[in-house]
């Protein structure tokens, strides 16, 4: 078994009887639709139709070869793929194997590779010969090397057929023998956090708790098999997955419809192709496709649903979504770690606008906090932490991590500032943790801080977040060099280290000095007011 931090039995055994775990693996939901509208069409992948029936098919051929070269539960996998349907069979293979899986964006590189690799020391990497790092084998190679467990790797367009991922889906297997039900309550797999460490960290969640928290936002959500769901944003980001994401759909027999960016153009188009009814996307994207729909009219009309989260929503932006985009707006304020809150498709329309909603789950455990550790009153902010059904309960392998992030009572710091209104939604206000939100891609400063500090010629770095109207924010790299360095040399070194190209800073600027706090570390907050000062019109 994967270890992971547990929920307290007691806790556990309320949410069993609570009906919030009902001991049923992941792939259940899918495999039921599989058996009650197998000709349904589960996934439209460029054109290509895939019927429920086809998923399950694809899904079990895999999972029957890798059970026949010795995969099966307890086993961990690295997987990354495009946004294309194999993302889901493979996923829905891996759970109906037991194998956990961590789904890396396909804009991460050697860095976060490497480190997910060493943190769950997989035996199976699948991955996409089209993708920079794996056009040849010299980077698996480095892998094995450092990974001696991985010892089964398949691509997605790999010429020979004994490592193509294709061939082992197509071909047809029996379901595995004796491959018993995944038990419920152990890692189903692990998400990625977005993190504001050194090494990016791994999330374990359980069949129990996402499943849990699938089912819930399919409700909220008002999810149907008349569903037609555009995915246009990184399939493996919980968003997109789990709120109500692609399982969600998968739940309700709907259908996904899978597009490689949020660019308006194209997805207009397959919203109007494939009758998309509801999309989600983070507020930069919304810019993007309220600007496209000034110049070129709504989305087509089939969309009457849009989900908007993943970073702050300015409110103005909220306001148009209606008459711009011409559908419903549904906030969105989630975390990879757990805790969901939506408002809901009947919430006033002040509500809706002017809050992120509020949790899934009437045992989600919410304490808003001010910086002595108390209890704030209403309308006030403070720092939110969180318990509950499908919110974890630590970091994979992160003892000194968790220490940090998670209070006695288990409650987990998200590093998220908000205030509750009197009618209890919450209102994301700002944040403590050390984080840049680039249109909802996160980078956890340290990381790149770490990176930077690789080079010889530098000797102190701080990355900050600067205002952007269109991403909302862009990193900026305050960094005190031992000499004349300029900003496309530090581009050359993080790029030849291997990191995903959202996190290369956006901006460098070369001081003298940093200011320094009272106990000697980089003032950031003094950073970000210089930066925001530079940014203000007429400034
Ligand atoms: C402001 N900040 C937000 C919002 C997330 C659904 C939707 C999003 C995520 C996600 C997710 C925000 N307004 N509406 O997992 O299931 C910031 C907060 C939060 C962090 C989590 C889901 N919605 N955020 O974005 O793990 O800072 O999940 O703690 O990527 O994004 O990031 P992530």
């Not at 102190?460 to 600067?466: E, G, I, R, T, W």
Request: proline share 7%; net charge negative; aromatic share 8%.
């Amino acid at each position: 078994m994967i270890e992971f931090a547990p929920w307290p039995k007691e806790l556990g055994q309320i949410y069993r009887q609570r009906g919030y775990w009902i001991g049923r693996p992941l792939c259940a939901g899918i495999e039921a639709q599989a058996s009650a509208r197998p000709e349904a069409a589960a996934i439209i992948c460029k054109g290509r139709h895939v019927s429920y029936a086809e998923l399950d098919r694809a899904a079990t051929n895999l999972a029957a070869y890798l059970s026949g070269r010795g995969l099966g539960r307890g086993d961990t996998a690295l997987v990354q793929l495009p946004n294309v349907a194999e993302f889901y069979i493979v996923f829905l293979a891996l759970m109906k194997l037991g194998v956990a899986p961590v789904n890396a964006l396909y804009s991460h590189r050697q860095i976060e590779l490497s480190s997910y690799a060493d943190q769950i020391q997989p035996r199976l990497l699948i991955a996409d010969r089209a993708h920079s790092l794996f056009g040849d084998d010299a980077f698996l190679a480095q892998l094995q090397a450092l990974i001696p467990n991985l010892s089964e790797a398949l691509f997605l367009g790999d010429e020979q057929a004994s490592r193509s991922l294709t061939h082992w889906l197509s071909r047809d297997a029996s379901p595995p023998p004796g491959m018993a039900p995944t038990p419920a309550h152990s890692v189903a797999f692990f998400q990625l956090s977005g993190g504001s460490t050194g090494t990016p960290k791994l999330i374990p969640r359980t069949h129990d708790d996402y499943d849990y928290s699938v089912r819930e936002s399919v409700r909220i959500c008002g999810v149907t098999q008349q569903t037609r769901f555009l995915c246009a944003l990184p399939a493996p980001h919980n968003f997109l997955l789990s709120s109500p994401g692609a399982l969600g759909v998968f739940h309700a027999g709907g259908t996904v419809v899978m597009a490689d960016s949020p660019d308006p153009l194209s997805c207009f188009d397959l919203i109007a192709r494939h009758s998309v009814t509801m999309a989600a996307l983070v507020p930069s994207a919304v810019g993007l496709w309220i600007q496209a729909a000034e110049t070129r009219g709504a989305p087509p009309a089939p969309l009457d649903h849009l989900l908007v989260g993943g970073a702050s929503f300015a409110e103005a932006q909220a306001r148009q979504v209606p008459d711009k985009l011409g559908c419903r707006l549904q906030q969105v304020f989630g975390m990879a770690e757990g805790l969901v809150n939506y408002t809901r498709l009947d919430d006033p329309e002040d509500v809706v606008f002017t809050t992120q909603g509020r949790p899934i789950s009437p045992d989600d455990e919410i304490r808003i906090l001010s910086e002595d550790g108390s209890p704030v009153p209403d309308g006030e902010t403070g720092q939110l932490a969180v318990r509950g059904p499908y919110t974890f309960r630590g970091y994979y392998l992160a003892p000194d991590q968790n220490a940090r992030a998670f209070d006695a009572d288990g409650f987990y710091f998200s590093g998220d500032l908000v205030r509750r209104t009197a009618g209890g939604n919450l209102r994301v206000v700002g944040r403590v943790k050390d984080q840049i939100n680039r249109g909802g891609e996160k980078i956890a400063s340290e990381e790149v801080e770490h990176l930077l500090l690789r080079h010889a010629e530098i000797r102190q770095v701080a990355l900050v977040p600067m205002p952007d109207a269109g991403l909302g924010e862009k990193s900026c790299a305050f960094v005190v060099a031992r000499t004349n360095l300029r900003g496309v040399d530090l581009r050359r070194h993080l790029t030849g280290l291997g990191i995903a190209d959202y996190k290369l800073p956006d901006r460098f600027r070369f001081v003298d000095d940093l200011p320094l706090t009272a106990v000697g570390k980089p003032d950031k907050r003094q950073l970000r007011a210089q930066l925001e000062l530079a940014e203000k019109p007429g400034a």
